[in-house]
């Protein structure tokens, strides 16, 4: 469905209504596969990262992972009510509220920065995801790598965030329609949520934004922040990104 994008709202808020129930929402998400395949990823650049910064980490479920595996991780997000969910998981992950690009962290401290699940999809402005970029470089020491996804155009013009779910034992329900405006790459997508608890229904909505990036603004945003080596892939496999890819994944070294 196509309709012309609002893009005037705040960039903030996203996930703040949901963050309580966002992992019983995403339980069907495969977290750990995420992280076999960026280990996979890591095997293949010969990369043997020790401090990671899970960034944009929502509720914390990825750095959580990787801190089972024997990695020392932290999480930084804008949400706060969602970082607050970090400290539910197990084990918990310690994370700050922070922006993607200005991160109140160290230069050259992390040997890995991962950003999954499309969350940068959500900067909506070109020259903010350019300071995101510049950012993972900053906090990045030399050689780590910076481990991200994002939706395509393919995916985002698709109606793929349409969905519904109304019925069922489960007790929360939602009802989700995208928006796609060609003309500014914005996807909106109005949210609605039922929690079915003991003493009712709360319900709630959200309005979440994506952009979709052309190939050639995602690689100009990596070289102009100092990452000469890069690649792209179609995701969880080593292929390359095709026009029929909905999930592309980069990774790119800092020299």
Same mark, same amino acid.
């Given at each position: 469905?196509?309709?012309p994008a609002?893009i005037t709202?705040?960039?903030?808020?996203e996930?703040?209504?949901?963050a309580?129930?966002?992992?019983?929402?995403m339980?069907t998400?495969?977290y750990?596969? %995420?992280?076999?395949?960026?280990?996979?990823?890591l095997r293949? %650049?010969?990369?043997?990262?020790r401090?990671?910064?899970?960034?944009?980490c929502?509720?914390?479920k990825?750095g959580?992972e990787m801190?089972?595996?024997?990695?020392e991780v932290?999480?930084a997000?804008l949400s706060?009510?969602m970082?607050?969910?970090?400290?539910?998981?197990?084990?918990p992950?310690?994370?700050?509220?922070c922006d993607?690009?200005a991160?109140?962290?160290?230069?050259?401290?992390?040997?890995?920065?991962v950003?999954?699940?499309d969350?940068?999809?959500?900067?909506?402005?070109?020259?903010?995801?350019?300071r995101a970029?510049?950012?993972?470089?900053?906090v990045l020491?030399? @050689?780590?790598?910076?481990?991200f996804?994002?939706n395509?155009?393919r995916?985002l013009?698709?109606?793929m965030?349409?969905q519904?779910?109304?019925s069922?034992?489960d007790?929360l329900h939602?009802?989700?329609?995208a928006?796609?405006?060609?003309?500014t790459?914005?996807c909106?997508?109005?949210?609605?949520f039922?929690?079915?608890a003991p003493e009712g229904?709360?319900?709630?909505?959200?309005?979440h934004?994506?952009?979709?990036y052309t190939?050639r603004?995602?690689v100009?945003a990596?070289e102009a922040?100092?990452?000469?080596?890069?690649?792209?892939y179609?995701?969880?496999?080593?292929?390359p990104?095709?026009?029929?890819?909905?999930?592309?994944?980069y990774?790119a070294? @800092?020299e």
């Amino acid at each position: 469905m196509s309709e012309p994008a609002d893009i005037t709202r705040p960039g903030q808020g996203e996930f703040d209504a949901v963050a309580e129930y966002y992992d019983h929402l995403m339980r069907t998400v495969p977290y750990t596969g %995420w992280v076999d395949y960026v280990e996979a990823m890591l095997r293949r %650049w010969k990369s043997y990262p020790r401090r990671v910064l899970d960034l944009a980490c929502g509720t914390g479920k990825v750095g959580s992972e990787m801190l089972r595996r024997g990695y020392e991780v932290i999480g930084a997000d804008l949400s706060e009510p969602m970082v607050r969910e970090c400290a539910r998981q197990a084990p918990p992950l310690s994370a700050a509220v922070c922006d993607a690009g200005a991160l109140a962290l160290a230069d050259d401290s992390f040997d890995l920065v991962v950003c999954l699940y499309d969350s940068l999809n959500y900067i909506l402005d070109l020259a903010q995801f350019e300071r995101a970029m510049a950012e993972a470089h900053r906090v990045l020491r030399s @050689k780590g790598l910076f481990v991200f996804d994002m939706n395509t155009i393919r995916a985002l013009s698709t109606a793929m965030f349409t969905q519904a779910s109304l019925s069922g034992p489960d007790p929360l329900h939602y009802d989700w329609h995208a928006y796609w405006d060609p003309w500014t790459r914005l996807c909106r997508v109005e949210m609605w949520f039922g929690y079915h608890a003991p003493e009712g229904v709360r319900e709630f909505r959200e309005t979440h934004y994506q952009r979709a990036y052309t190939s050639r603004e995602i690689v100009g945003a990596l070289e102009a922040a100092g990452f000469r080596r890069h690649k792209s892939y179609d995701a969880y496999r080593f292929t390359p990104v095709t026009p029929w890819t909905d999930r592309a994944f980069y990774v790119a070294r @800092k020299e």
